[in-house]
């Protein structure tokens, strides 16, 4: 290292000094200011000063494509690792969400019972909201038990468990039945839709007042009687069966009715429903 060297009377007693070290406990150089940083500031070896930065900014190498460090208020890290990470203005509940390119910001949590949604561009928090009616055409279920009662014209499920179109809870029929002799004769019909290769509970319940305990009930489901009751004492009968429906199609359930002796007996209030178990 060359430098000009002064005595305390201001006359130069050396051009230049060479030497291995210098020890001082203090060094002055002229124009420096508060804060700045000695920097070799190109390939001769000259020294430089580097000002301070602005507050809270943060020495990185090379911010400048100059090859000399800088001041920088941001970083460029491939993978930061921390045991706490602390975000001024982050409070409990809040999300940290992208919000424009290499930029997160907190997105406070939302009201009470509100959902988290997206609209294509951005996370918002919103209301649970169902359209009133509630139509169940195109909801998807995936309970074990598939529930819904059904009349004419109604469909429960499809092979992929959707849920169709439960137009009504039930079907009555208010009609009086007067069953005379030994003729059995068609009480109430119910014709129920089924989407596919399910099984139902297919129910009837009515009232009866049976004679001499000698009424006679079939439930036929399909033209085939499957459920059958004689000599009734109740005055309120239900009647079910599980139905496996082979195919997607309409099915028609009957209660008929008759007598094993000559005497008379009603049945009136039809109630059937449909549920569908799987």
Request: glycine share 8%.
């Amino acid at each position: 290292m060359s430098k000009n060297i002064y005595s305390d009377s201001g006359i130069a007693s050396s051009s230049s000094i060479n030497t291995q070290s210098i020890t001082t406990s203090e060094l002055t150089i002229s124009g420096a200011s508060q804060g700045q940083i000695l920097i070799v500031g190109d390939n001769n070896g000259d020294i430089d000063g580097l000002n301070l930065g602005t507050t809270n900014d943060v020495l990185v190498s090379n911010p400048n494509s100059n090859n000399l460090p800088g001041w920088s208020n941001s970083l460029n890290i491939n993978t930061l690792t921390c045991n706490h990470l602390q975000i001024n203005g982050v409070q409990t509940g809040d999300l940290i969400v992208g919000q424009t390119s290499n930029y997160f910001q907190r997105l406070p949590i939302g009201s009470s019972g509100t959902l988290l949604t997206s609209n294509g561009t951005n996370v918002l928090w919103n209301p649970i909201t169902f359209p009133d009616p509630l139509s169940l055409n195109d909801l998807n279920v995936t309970l074990s038990l598939k529930l819904g009662f059904a009349t004419s014209g109604s469909l429960f499920l499809d092979g992929n468990n959707k849920v169709y179109s439960l137009q009504n809870s039930y079907l009555q029929d208010n009609n009086t039945i007067t069953m005379t002799g030994s003729s059995i004769v068609t009480c109430s019909t119910f014709n129920f839709n089924c989407a596919g290769s399910h099984t139902y509970l297919i129910s009837v319940n009515f009232l009866a007042n049976p004679n001499n305990n000698s009424t006679l009930f079939q439930l036929n489901i399909a033209n085939t009687v499957v459920k059958q009751i004689i000599n009734i004492a109740d005055t309120s009968i239900t009647l079910s069966y599980i139905f496996t429906a082979p195919a997607i199609g309409v099915y028609t359930a009957q209660l008929l009715g008759g007598l094993v002796n000559t005497n008379s007996s009603t049945a009136s209030t039809f109630t059937w429903s449909s549920i569908a178990l799987a």
